[in-house]
């Protein structure tokens, strides 16, 4: 309740309701509500507001093949290269790669799904051509889609 100011338990959030005049007094309380939350889960992540953003947008669209940094930056409002130098002094890994790293979990966690066939797998992570996320799966993993899946299963 620390995050409405004045209201410390069940009885004074239900009285702030019931003396409220207006639809617009409760929408204020809403998004009081609403940005003291955000503020509390900011606060508790070892990430600044920037990254947390940033890696919230991508876990959204990673499997948009047109995610891009430049695309991630746009949405962030930044430069693609001062989001590169952010991303990279907190995360240690560059924007590129960290999406990278995400298209592969989710790629093994796909492939541990017998009913998608690797083509279905390349789209759901955001590769457009089947061929060229194998290889990618390949260079990363050092095993094919279907070796991973193979030895997954046994």
């Not at 070892?46 to 695309?71: C, E, G």
């Not at 930056?73 to 960290?98: C, I, P, W």
């Amino acid at each position: 309740y620390e995050i409405l100011e004045g209201i410390t338990n069940d009885e004074e959030l239900d009285m702030t309701f019931e003396f409220t005049k207006s639809i617009y007094d409760v929408k204020k309380i809403l998004n009081d509500l609403a940005k003291g939350l955000a503020d509390k889960l900011n606060s508790m992540s070892k990430y600044s507001r920037v990254i947390n953003d940033a890696i919230d947008y991508i876990l959204k669209n990673y499997s948009d093949p047109a995610l891009s940094i430049q695309k991630i930056a746009d949405y962030m409002r930044l430069s693609a290269t001062h989001l590169n130098v952010l991303f990279k002094q907190e995360m240690k890994v560059t924007l590129k790669q960290y999406l990278s790293n995400l298209r592969m979990e989710k790629a093994k966690a796909f492939l541990e799904n017998e009913h998608y066939n690797v083509s279905e797998i390349a789209g759901l992570c955001g590769y457009t051509n089947a061929n060229y996320f194998a290889k990618v799966f390949k260079e990363s993993i050092n095993l094919t889609p279907l070796e991973f899946r193979k030895q997954r299963n046994i």
